[in-house]
Every structure is written in structure tokens, then in C-alpha cells.
């Protein structure tokens, strides 16, 4: 067996790796869309294991972007080996390591069936950093939204609200663990540009004109079945607990009715108790649990 970095004339074989274990894994950036575009560079390092057939039997890459790198850290998009061998993880993880000068932390999410993969993460030194729920709701009624007076929620509208979203995602998440890291209005026009976009699912709410809240509906599937994705909601901290979580989150799903989507899915941190009240007050369901297992690079 032998390590190398990941070069052009091996890209296919990496793709169709990722494709044909992506589904034991956490895939969230492994969709087509993710590998289709993927090209191995300092922002994506990637090194795999071939065997004597020249066949990879184990891949590993790292997202380096500009976004991680302001919060000093990386998510794997991929640590895995075919072989049940730990000696296969250590030698990705010795050939990725040079990568990570000036981080503070790599992460990856794990499925927690995925039993064989956690014993060799742990092998490692990785240790717990958080939990994470996939969450589900399926076709159902959906409760009435009213808004108080002076109220409002607004399509977003491309070229023009950026900075507001950003405002509004980086107050509320700068306590969530795992999105301190606060956004900018460059990355929104990337995110709007990606396949997941539905016109109109991206929602503001607005205390008369300052914005307040957000939400983010993304087409997805789940288990084939076609699924709006909430990937994120989010009131400003003075604006919290006053049931503004509760009318974004009900708008989104009267969206996702309209729109055809059969299933509304969500992830929430373990953590978040309030969160998951809430989802589960409306009828959201537990799909998929995760744990979230770190390498501290200051130790």
C-alpha cells in the first residue's frame, strides 16, 4: 500500500469513491454537485491509498476554504478506508497533517451506526465535540402563521439583501457551535448560485424594515424522496424567545408544501434544546444521529 496526493489522471477513481461509500458517511459535501466540481488544491487536499492493483482502497481531503481558515479550522469531506485497518487512517492522516499549519482543529461528523469508523477515529486521538440530529418531518398539516403588526416576511432578493442576511446569520449564530464563524455577503452569492436554490426559499423576516430573522430552504432529496432542507434559521439575540423561530420555521414549511416537497428535513446541534423542542412541537422527527469528533492541533 502506498499514500500519494490526489492528482488529476486519478480524480475519476476518487469521485467514484466517494460515490460508492459516500452513503455510510457524512455526505454533506459529497453530493454530485460537490464531486463534480471538485479539483484537489491547497483549499482541497486530498490523498489516497491504492493497492497493488492500483485500485484506492482508502481516501481522505480536507475543505480548506477561506471560511474555515477564518475560524481556524477544517471539516474533513472525507476519512475513510475500505480496508478495516487503522494503519490506513493513520497514514491519510499522517500525509493530510502538513496541511493543517495555522489551524486550531480538524472535525468530522460521523454516523453514529458507523461503529467500525468511530473505533478508528478514536484510535487517532479525535475525541467528542458535539452531537448532531438530522431531523424529518413528512407531508402534514401545517398550523396557521400570523405575524404581529409591523411585521413582515420577505422573499430574498438576490443583489440586493446579502448584507442583511449576513447581519441577521452572524448575531444568531455567534454562540452555535460549529457557525461561529461569521459569513459574508460574497459566500451568500455563491450559495444562491448552487443547485440546491429554489427561487423563494429564502425568507427574511422584518421588524418594519430592519431585518430580524432568516431562513433558508434548499431543494434536497431524503431517501428519494424530493425534500426542502432548512439549512439555516436564525433570530437576532434580542429578538429570541418570542416565538419568531416558530413563524420562520412554519413559513418555510407552508413553502415546501407549495412547492411540491414531500418530506422538510433539518439538522440541529445536540446541544440546542430549545431548537429541538421546538422541531419536535412540530412534528419534526429524529432521522439520523451524528457525532461530531475533533482533532485539537494546540495540544
Aim: charged share 25%.
Amino acid at each position: 500500500m502506498k499514500v500519494e496526493f490526489l492528482k488529476g489522471e486519478r480524480l475519476g477513481d476518487f469521485v467514484e469513491y466517494c460515490r460508492m461509500h459516500r452513503a455510510k458517511l457524512d455526505h454533506s459535501f459529497l453530493y454530485d454537485e460537490d464531486l463534480n466540481d471538485f479539483e484537489p488544491n491547497a483549499e482541497n487536499p486530498a490523498y489516497i491509498i491504492s493497492n497493488s492493483q492500483g485500485e484506492i482502497i482508502a481516501a481522505v481531503s480536507l475543505i480548506l476554504d477561506d471560511y474555515n481558515r477564518r475560524g481556524k479550522k477544517a471539516r474533513f469531506r472525507i476519512f475513510h478506508s475500505a480496508v478495516n485497518d487503522v494503519a490506513c487512517y493513520q497514514m491519510l492522516w499522517q500525509a493530510l497533517f502538513p496541511h493543517t499549519i495555522g489551524l486550531e482543529k480538524v472535525f468530522l461528523f460521523i454516523p453514529n451506526e458507523n461503529a467500525i469508523l468511530i473505533e478508528f477515529i478514536k484510535k487517532l486521538n479525535f475525541t467528542v465535540e458535539r452531537y448532531a440530529y438530522l431531523l424529518l418531518r413528512e407531508d402534514l398539516e401545517i398550523p396557521g402563521l400570523r405575524l404581529p403588526a409591523d411585521y413582515s416576511i420577505r422573499s430574498f432578493r438576490p443583489g440586493v439583501d446579502e448584507a442583511k442576511w449576513c447581519v441577521v446569520r452572524n448575531a444568531g449564530f455567534a454562540q452555535l457551535q460549529g457557525s461561529e464563524t461569521p459569513i459574508t455577503p460574497e459566500m451568500i452569492s455563491e450559495m444562491i448560485s448552487k443547485e440546491g436554490y429554489v427561487e423563494g426559499g429564502m425568507m427574511i423576516l422584518f421588524h418594519q424594515d430592519r431585518p430580524v430573522g432568516i431562513v433558508n430552504g434548499e431543494a434536497d432529496e431524503y431517501e428519494d424522496v424530493p425534500a426542502l432542507h432548512i439549512a439555516q434559521l436564525a433570530i437576532i439575540p434580542e429578538y429570541q424567545g418570542r416565538g419568531f423561530g416558530r413563524m420562520l420555521l412554519r413559513a418555510a414549511l407552508h413553502f415546501a408544501k407549495e412547492n411540491g416537497f414531500k418530506r422538510t428535513t433539518l439538522s440541529v446541534n445536540g446541544e440546542n434544546e430549545r431548537a429541538i423542542s421546538l422541531y419536535i412541537q412540530e412534528d419534526f422527527k429524529q432521522a439520523e444521529a451524528f457525532t461530531c469528533y475533533q482533532y485539537d492541533l494546540q495540544l
